[in-house]
C-alpha cells in the first residue's frame, strides 16, 4: 500500500495543472499531500481484512460500503468527486453507475490479499460494484488488482502484457512518451487504467513508475496512485519514500497501514516456497512439510512458473546462443525440442530438476539454458516418466525432493505422509 499512497502524494500536487508535460519534476512541493485516493484504498484494506479470506459476496459488500462511508465521512475534504462525496454523506448506499477511476485508485489491497487469480479478480470487483457499477469502473479495479497479483507472482511485463490485453482489451503498446504528445486525462478508468498500467511496465524502478505516470498530466494523483500500487508488486520501495508516507498521513492511518502490511508480509511468508523449504530442512517433521506443499500449491494455482534445466541437440545450441546468454530462459518454439535433465542421487534414482528461479539453477551450472513452464505441467510430466523418481527443487542449494508418492498425493489433493527416505535426506 505505500506504493499507492506515495503515488497519491506526490501526484497531488500536479492534478490538472497546466504544467509542463515532463518526467523531471520535484516529488514533493508545499501542496503535496494524501487525498481521496489514500483515504479510500484504506478504506477498502480494511474491509477486506474485516470480510476474511473467503468472505462471500454479501460480507465483502457490506464492510465495503461500512468503511468506505465512515472513511469519508472521517475525511470529507480529501478530493473526492461530488457523486462519491453525495453517496457516503447521504442515507442511500446505493452504487450509482459510476465510471470514475475511483474504483480502480482504491482496490490495491484486493491485489495483495488473495492466493489465486479468480478470487482476486472476483474481490477486485466487489471492491468497485458498491459505488462503480458501471461495466467499465469494474474493469479497471479488476485490472489493476489483477496485475498486482501477477507482478507479485514474478510474471514478466511480456505475460502480464498480454494476459491484460486479452482479457481486459486495453490497449498497452503506446509509450509513455508518446502517449503524453495527445493525452488529455480526465478522472474516468477507461482513459487512465491502461496509462497506468503502461507507466508500471516501462518503468526502471519504482520512483519511474510514479514519474511516467505523473508526467502524462491530467488526474495525476490517481494515475500515480495506481502505477504505484502496481509497481510495488515488482519493484523494491526506497525505505526513505516509505518514511515520506508514514510522515504524510495521519497516526490512525499510520496504525492501520502497518496492520495491513504485516498481515501482507506474514501472507506472502505463508506462499514463499523458499522460506518454507529452509523451515522444512531444519527439521523434516511432518509440521514443517505441510508449509512447503502449501506454498507450492498456492503457486501452482497462481500460475507461478518453475524454471527447467534442458538439454538441446548441439545446432539448436549453436543457433540459440547468437540470441540468448546461456544460463538463461529460452521461449518455447515449436521446432524446438528440449530434453528436460534430470539429476541422479547416490541411491541411483533419477530426480527431473527444477529450480523456483533461474539464479538457483545458475548456482552450479550456468551454462545450460531453461525453459518455464508452470509448476504442475513439471510435477504431471514427472509421473508420465516411468523411472522418475520424483522432482528435485532448487538441486543445487536447500534443495527438497518431491517424491513421486507425494506428487500423487500432492496433485489429487490427500494429505501426505512423510515417507521414511524423505525424512532421512
Ligand atoms: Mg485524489
Redo the contacts with the bound molecule.
Sequence with gaps: MYGAIFG?IV??SY?FRETEKTKLFRLFTEESRF????VMSLAVAKALIEAGPSGDEKTVKERLVDNLVNFGRSFPD???GKMFKAWFMGENHEPYGSFGNGSA?RVSAAGWLFDSVERTREVARWTAEVTHNDPEAVKGAEAVATVIFLARNDWNNATIQHYIQREFGYELTRSIEDLRKDYEGDATCANTVPQAIRAFLEAEDFEDAIRGAVSLGG?T??LA?MAGSMAEAKFEIPEEFKEEVRDRITPNMGKLLLDYENIVQKLEERRDVLLQIHNFSAEHSKELLMPVLNALDIRMKAGCLFFMPVELPEEETAKLQEKFPKGSVIPLARDLHPQRRSIATNDGKRWLAAFTSVSEGNKRDAETYYVGEPIGFTLQACMQIADCAGVVINAWGERFFFTREMIEIFLSKKEPEVQDDQAER
Design positions: 497519491d501526484g497531488s492534478e487525498t481521496d485516493d489514500t480529501a478530493g473526492y485508485m488526474d494523483d490517481t496512485c
